[in-house]
């Protein structure tokens, strides 16, 4: 019963009753241009429309972020055939800083940075980590800010929900 109380809410939030406070009118910002730890390009975030996204900013000095990593490394094991990109948008000064965290906390997930911030400033990054959960038509569903182990299960929920959505 729990669970269908939960999943009644995360579809209303999902359907309209959440104002994404990122990216104008909801869409994803065509202003991120990210790069790979060694500074190749990656695709930009407008060419993952038909896949949903969870577009996670973190830093090597968040300890929240330390412990969403085993959680996103789960979504991205679980999910990706259905559908799930997981990207871990890094917004450290030094690359270095990223590579040691890297190193201590693996991933199973794509990792790029954003190198003039610009992507992070589109989406209005004001905590880490923050996520924005975007669908298949490339519309921010949701925002969260933090990360807490006990709102997990909601999280995946959500995405969940998404991922049955029609493109």
């Known amino acids: 019963m729990m669970k269908q109380i939960r999943l009644f809410l995360f579809v209303s939030l999902l359907t309209g009753f959440m104002t994404p406070v990122a990216a104008e009118h909801g869409h ?13 390009p ?7 429309k038909g896949k949903v996204v969870y577009v996670d900013f973190w830093a ?12 996103l490394n789960q979504l991205e094991n679980d999910l990706k055939d259905q559908g799930l ?10 690359i270095a800083d ?23 400033k589109d989406f209005g990054v004001i905590a880490m980590p ?19 182990a006990e ?12 991922l049955t959505e029609p493109l």
């Open 98 to 120: 990223a590579e040691t965290f890297l190193g201590k906390y693996p991933v199973d997930f794509e990792i790029a940075l954003d190198p003039d911030k610009q992507c992070a």
């Open 151 to 162: 709102e997990a299960e909601d999280l995946r929920l959500a995405i969940e929900y998404l």
């Open 130 to 148: 923050s996520s924005y959960l975007i669908d298949r038509k490339g519309v921010v569903r949701h925002v969260h800010q933090g990360f807490r």
């Open 28 to 40: 994803v910002p065509s202003s991120c241009s990210l790069t790979a730890l060694d500074g190749t």
């Open 42 to 48: 990656v695709h930009n975030l407008q060419e993952l």
């Open 85 to 94: 990109q997981v990207i871990g948008i890094n917004l450290d000064e030094k």
């Open 60 to 71: 090597s000095w968040c300890p929240p972020c330390v412990r969403s990593f085993p959680f």
